[in-house]
């Protein structure tokens, strides 16, 4: 049993940074863990995702060089930081855990069975 809680979002300026955090009660140690985003009227989409012990990573090609996910498993915790932000970027974040069963790719929408309320990012030209 997980649940996940996102923290960090907000309205900033383009070209400013934000950090958000996913806190998980359960045992996610061994899970992948990612952060998707919605925009009004658009798919879920996989923004980063990082294994279960930091060794493999993703990002999708619109947040390389600006954004970088990390975790902390003896907190339990995945933060984004977000640099170097822009409009586009506007959407609510959602945190995701794999779940128990391994061997999934951390890059498909499939892998994740536990999800987040989300949080607000707004993005202001």
């Known amino acids: 049993q997980v649940q996940l809680v996102e923290s960090g979002g907000g309205l900033v300026q383009a070209g400013g940074s934000l950090r958000l955090s996913c806190a998980a009660s359960g045992r996610t140690s061994r899970y992948a863990m990612s952060w998707f985003r919605q925009a009004p009227g658009k798919e879920r989409e996989l923004v980063v995702a990082i294994s279960w012990n930091g060794g493999i990573t993703y990002y999708a090609d619109s947040v390389k060089g600006r954004f970088t996910i990390s975790r902390d498993n003896a907190k339990n915790t995945v933060d984004l930081q977000m640099n170097n932000l822009k409009p586009e970027d506007t959407a609510v974040y959602y945190c995701?855990?794999?779940?128990?069963?391994?061997?999934?790719?951390?890059?498909?929408?499939?892998?994740?069975?536990?999800w987040g309320q989300g949080t607000q990012v707004t993005v202001s030209s």
């Open positions: 995701a855990a794999g779940g128990a069963a391994g061997g999934r790719p951390i890059h498909s929408k499939n892998t994740y069975a536990y």
